[in-house]
T-cell receptor, first 112, second 113 residues
Framework: DAGVTQSPTHLIKTRGQHVTLRCSPI?????VSWYQQVLGQGPQFIFQ???????GRGNFPDRFSARQFPNYSSELNVNALLLGDSALYLC???????????FGSGTRLTVV | AQSVAQPEDQVNVAEGNPLTVKCTYS??????LFWYVQYPNRGLQFLLK??????LVKGSYGFEAEFNKSQTSFHLKKPSALVSDSALYFC???????????FGKGTTLSVSS
């Protein structure tokens, strides 16, 4: 059974550009969360979606947005990229409730 | 506010010796606690979780963690360390709303042969 799949694995963008990151959860998982991990720090929560509805939002600017599709896959969009947006972006899926969270391998975003 | 603290940036142990990676938490109510491991340029791998029940939780790869409510700690342990255990370890607690994991800053474990 496939785990959480993220694409692309690496990405280089220029300041001011827009980026879309994609995530496919484990089959049967209806919850998808996004985290940002800056080098040397722990992951920071960005969004959680469950059944296509936003259930939680972290302390990130409005330049960050996300959505979840009917097949439970998800996209994270970041507009007007800043150098400080360079990070590893992690997606996690879960059954919900007391279930744990399974993380993908992440997308490494570099903003130049 | 809920938080997690990992007081050690790095832990060094010799192969075959027991290891402990420390974690303390601050939450309102009953905590849902997790340990994850991260290898270089990779995502997070789940090791174990505490939701309720026995204070000693057994997880993947021979790791276990002891939940101590009075000391608000959830230390990760392994009886005999392997060189392949060298990695970055994160402790996390689920927030009150149940939507987010709050992570510590991570502890680098280095196991020498």
């Amino acid at each position: 059974d496939a785990g959480v799949t993220q694409s692309p694995t690496h990405l280089i963008k220029t300041r001011g550009q827009h980026v879309t990151l994609r995530c496919s959860p484990i089959s049967g998982h209806k919850s998808v969360s996004w985290y940002q991990q800056v080098l040397g720090q722990g992951p920071q929560f960005i969004f959680q979606y469950y059944e296509k509805e936003e259930r939680g939002r972290g302390n990130f600017p409005d330049r960050f947005s996300a959505r979840q599709f009917p097949n439970y896959s998800s996209e994270l969009n970041v507009n007007a990229l800043l150098l400080g947006d360079s990070a590893l972006y992690l997606c996690a899926s879960s059954l919900g409730g007391r279930d744990g969270y399974t993380f993908g391998s992440g997308t490494r975003l570099t903003v130049v | 506010a809920q938080s997690v603290a990992q007081p050690e940036d790095q832990v060094n142990v010799a192969e075959g010796n027991p290891l402990t990676v420390k974690c303390t938490y601050s939450v309102s109510g009953n905590p849902y606690l997790f340990w994850y491991v991260q290898y270089p340029n990779r995502g997070l791998q789940f090791l174990l979780k505490y939701i309720t029940g026995d204070n000693l939780v057994k997880g993947s790869y021979g790791f276990e963690a002891e939940f101590n409510k009075s000391q608000t700690s959830f230390h990760l342990k392994k009886p005999s360390a392997l060189v392949s255990d060298s990695a970055l370890y994160f402790c996390a607690v689920r927030d009150l709303g149940g939507t987010a994991l709050i992570f510590g800053k991570g502890t680098t474990l280095s196991v020498s042969s």
